[in-house]
């Protein structure tokens, strides 16, 4: 990742890396300042101690330790990055209409309620969504009659589910 791309990452909703080929770091402070934006979005990574950790200290972060921190999602080899933003992308896009937004919107709601959930949030979330179009109601009718409410189901979920779509 380039200097100054840090910031704009840590804005995205997720954030993945090439193992090996990319490293974050929020240097300012050796400047005598410190990163405008980054203080915001990297504490709510990582965590305050975290964040100062980085912050203060001002060094290269690998992917390995920023995926131990949050700071990334995940750290993949880097022929296989591609392939899987590829494929998450090509889940959500799949996701019923509707559906991606009303679980961001409950998962910010969960996110700025602090320790005590905002469960009105949620409902209004699930409002969007619910009730269910005929669609989704029978794919999750034959996802039950599948087996996904069985001990082998749930093993065996992910393969389940996507032989329904």
């Given at each position: 990742m380039v200097q100054g791309g840090a910031e704009l990452a840590m804005a995205a909703d997720m954030r993945f890396a090439a193992a090996g080929e990319t490293w974050l770091s929020q240097p300012e402070t050796r400047m005598g300042i410190f990163p405008g934006g980054g203080t915001q979005y990297l504490t709510r990574l990582v965590g305050r101690a975290r964040a100062l950790e980085a912050v203060l200290g001002a060094e290269l972060?690998?992917?390995?330790?920023?995926?131990r921190y949050g700071w990334i999602n995940r750290a993949l080899a880097p022929d296989e990055l591609d392939v899987f933003v590829d494929s998450l992308a090509h889940r959500i896009g799949a996701l019923t209409a509707g559906v991606a937004e009303a679980?961001?919107?409950?998962?910010?709601?969960?996110?700025?309620?602090?320790?005590?959930?905002?469960?009105?949030?949620?409902a209004q979330a699930h409002a969007k969504v619910y009730p269910?179009?005929?669609?989704?109601?029978?794919?999750?009718?034959?996802?039950?009659?599948?087996?996904?409410?069985?001990?082998?189901?749930?093993?065996?979920?992910?393969e389940l589910l996507d032989g329904l779509a």
């Open positions: 972060f690998g992917t390995g330790m920023a995926e679980a961001k919107q409950a998962i910010d709601a969960a996110e700025a309620s602090g320790p005590v959930p905002d469960l009105t949030e949620e269910a179009p005929q669609p989704v109601v029978e794919r999750m009718g034959r996802a039950v009659a599948a087996g996904a409410q069985t001990r082998e189901g749930e093993l065996a979920l992910e």
